[in-house]
């Protein structure tokens, strides 16, 4: 069976078990062969939640690689209940965490969101095809935004509503961590005493 295939009964699969199943295509100019771009799905009580709970909070998103032997990422839009426990609000295939797959993510939520107010802060880790995605929105250029404080972008009109794009403490705190291994300079001890510095 080709990927496409392969794919297609996992979509059928998704659609008997009661997911609303969105693509995105484009068609590639060799051939004129169709070309699964993004493909997300989110089923009732995954609504039920997120218009709940995501209202007028926010929403998380990050992607997983080599989850499926497709060899498609997964990003994955997660919201936090009233009990400070996470819940996955929307999954999505993405050949790339590009501008153009997280503009179709955001014109799918605004699904769930049509009659209801929408998240006021988007977390992530700035992936610059989220950040691109969020300024098309408000119709600011890529270098408009650079100027802006990456941890604190202007709030941009999104779910029908402002919203903050934050950046995760978590991929920070990560990010310096790697930093400071590759830089070699700092010992083990030193490299735990600066994380924990981060973290307080």
């Not at 995105?24 to 060799?30: A, D, F, H, N, T």
């Not at 997983?64 to 426990?85: C, D, E, K, M, Q």
Request: glycine residues 6%.
């Amino acid at each position: 069976m080709s990927p496409e295939d392969q794919l297609r009964c996992a979509l059928r699969g998704l659609e008997i078990k009661g997911f609303l199943v969105r693509c995105l295509q484009k068609y590639v100019v060799e051939g004129g062969d169709r070309q699964r771009v993004v493909v997300g799905f989110f089923n009732a009580w995954q609504i039920r939640m997120a218009r709940r709970f995501m209202g007028e909070f926010n929403l998380q998103t990050d992607a997983t690689f080599n989850t499926s032997h497709l060899n498609l990422p997964i990003a994955v839009i997660v919201g936090t209940s009233n009990v400070v426990r996470s819940f996955p609000a929307t999954y999505c295939f993405v050949i790339s965490e590009s501008k153009e797959a997280f503009t179709f993510i955001f014109d799918a939520l605004k699904m769930i969101f049509h009659d209801c107010i929408g998240p006021r802060v988007v977390i992530s880790d700035f992936v610059l095809g989220l950040s691109s995605a969020m300024c098309r929105t408000r119709h600011i250029s890529r270098a408009e935004a650079d100027v802006e404080d990456r941890m604190t972008m202007l709030q941009i009109h999104v779910f029908g509503t402002d919203v903050q794009l934050q950046l995760c403490a978590w991929h920070a705190v990560e990010a310096i961590r790697k930093r400071l291994t590759h830089a070699g300079r700092y010992p083990a001890k030193l490299q735990t005493e600066l994380q924990n510095l981060l973290w307080s």
